[in-house]
């Protein structure tokens, strides 16, 4: 189901009972189902995703030596 559209449907006080409404609006068509993307699409953002997390780690590890060296007053005399 889509979430935005699910969020704009009034509902009720707590989970549980939000819940069964929006069972009871699924089954009677009233919501528009959401967007499940092909297996290879899945695959290719987790690979990009992966990417982007080992980039951040090695800059993270990169600027580790120039902290250490900048903490101490090493780095700011050269």
């Known amino acids: 189901m889509n979430a935005r559209h699910a969020k704009q ?3 009720r006080n707590t989970d549980l009972t939000d819940a069964q409404w ?3 609006l699924a089954r009677s068509g009233l919501l ?3 967007f499940v993307p092909p297996a290879n699409f899945r ?3 987790l ?3 992966q ?3 080992l980039t951040a780690i090695l ?3 990169k600027n580790r ?3 250490v060296l900048t903490g101490d007053g090493i780095r700011g005399i050269m």
């Open 9 to 11: 449907v009034p509902g």
């Open 22 to 24: 929006l069972a009871i």
């Open 32 to 34: 528009q189902g959401g």
């Open 43 to 45: 695959e290719l953002r």
């Open 47 to 49: 690979i990009a995703r």
């Open 51 to 53: 990417m982007q997390k």
């Open 59 to 61: 800059a993270g590890e």
């Open 65 to 67: 030596p120039h902290k």
